[in-house]
Each structure stands twice: as C-alpha cells, then as structure tokens.
C-alpha cells in the first residue's frame, strides 16, 4: 500500500507539526509461514555462511504487509500520521510466525 498522505515516525512526534488529535493505537499484523525450498537452502547456507537471502525477503515482505495494514487502520479512524511505529515478533506454531506493527494514529498540523 503507497500512501504519501500517512507519515510515519518511531518516535513521539514530527518536528515541524504539532499534534491536534490522538486517535488511538492502530496495529496491522501478517502471520507468515516458513517455505520448504527456504528452508532447504537455508540449510545449505547454515553450511558454508552468509545471509539466508530467501529468509530476509520473506521478513521483509511480512514487515510491509504488517504496515500496510496499520497504515489502513489509520486511514480508517482519520489519521494523518501514526507515532511511535513499532516492530514486534512471536512465534504461533512450528514453522510459522506473527509480525505486528503498531502504533498511536494522530492528526498533525504543520507548524507555522
């Protein structure tokens, strides 16, 4: 999802805008499960090193799937921004997790 009009911060607020309202949290989270061709050259890769490429697209595709659907959830309850993005992990079955990012949805005006 590619929308310019939700900014988004780790951190309590944006320097240049101030808050007008506090929307609340808005969470987006994607369960993902492990793929047998990755795990098979995740195992080949735990031989010789490195990065497992298969595993670091499937993390990042899950992370963006996860904001994407925070980000909705923003949009839904009239948010222009969301604050204090964070990240979180846990595992819900063998060879399956949960990513979660959440975070405060707020209305921002621009500093004059």
Do not use: C
Not at 10 to 24: D, S
Not at 45 to 64: C, D, I, P
């Amino acid at each position: 999802m590619k929308n310019e009009k939700i900014m988004l911060s780790n951190i309590e607020y944006l320097p240049g805008y101030t808050i007008t309202r506090h929307l609340g949290l808005v969470q987006g989270s994607t369960v993902r499960a492990k793929h047998i061709g990755r795990d098979f050259m995740a195992g080949l890769k735990n031989m010789v090193g490195g990065e497992l490429a298969g595993y670091t697209e499937l993390l990042n595709e899950s992370r963006q799937e996860a904001t994407d659907r925070m980000i909705a959830q923003a949009v839904g309850v009239g948010a222009n921004a969301v604050i204090n993005v964070r990240f979180s992990t846990a595992n819900i079955a063998s060879g399956a997790a949960e990513i979660l990012a959440y975070g405060t949805a707020v209305s921002l005006t621009r500093k004059e």
